[in-house]
């Protein structure tokens, strides 16, 4: 499975894009990128998936870079609901199928 | 609604005993998933099942059984053989196969504290 690394904090304003940054280097061909966000206390919740293409659903975009070596998670117009943790995740090929390995992520906080 | 339960949300037990966690989930999933979270820190998976009485273990199994007779259920319980047991438990639930509908979805959690 593909190691990630994320930034532990990032701040937004209320209103503004957060795009909150993630490296997989060494992610294979049929490894995808998975985004969950975790407010306290709650189970993750999930945002958005990828493997080569950019995507985008009612929450978020995700925009991975041609070599698939890193990937953004954007959200549009934070709100200050947004602030939770944020999860990056690459997984998914061969036997490992199924399992997501939880990095320690990054926590946002939307400030007014 | 559809989604996956688990109770009790706090539980408390004394030092040597075995408790048993619940999850339930009515989303007629064939995966569902085990993870444990201490402060601070992401998940790490305990045990995964893909189908009903088929199960694997994950990262960290040491001191814990599951069992999957049922789709809809699959109880995680802490032995006392697991040296250091309080902490948040989380179940979630995927469609499994392909990673391409892999999306897992996830309970409330059971915070377990061990006195």
Request: aromatic share 12%; glycine share 10%; net charge neutral.
């Amino acid at each position: 499975d593909a190691k990630t690394t994320q930034p532990p904090s990032m701040d937004c304003a209320e209103g503004r894009a957060a795009n909150l940054p993630c490296n997989h280097s060494t992610i294979s061909g049929n490894e995808y990128v998975y985004w969950y966000r975790q407010i306290h206390s709650q189970g993750p919740q999930y945002i958005i998936h990828g493997l080569k293409n950019n995507e985008t659903n009612e929450m978020a975009s995700l925009i991975i870079t041609e070599d698939r070596k890193s990937s953004t998670l954007i959200l549009p117009h934070a709100t200050l609901r947004d602030t939770a943790v944020y999860y990056c995740i690459a997984e998914g090929g061969g036997t490992s199928y199924g399992k997501l390995t939880f990095g320690q992520g990054t926590i946002l906080t939307v400030h007014p | 609604d559809g989604g996956i339960t688990q109770s009790p949300k706090y539980l408390f037990r004394k030092e040597g005993q075995n408790v048993t966690l619940s999850c339930e989930q009515n989303l007629n999933h064939d995966a569902m998933y085990w993870y444990r979270q201490d402060p601070g820190q992401g998940l790490r998976l305990i045990y995964y099942s893909q189908i009903v009485n088929d199960f694997q273990k994950g990262d960290i199994a040491e001191g814990y059984s599951v069992s999957r007779e049922k789709k809809e259920s699959f109880p995680l319980t802490v032995t006392s053989a697991q040296k250091n047991p309080t902490a948040f438990y989380l179940c979630a639930s995927s469609w499994g196969g392909l990673p391409s509908y892999n999306e897992q979805f996830f309970g409330p959690g059971t915070r377990l504290t061990v006195l």
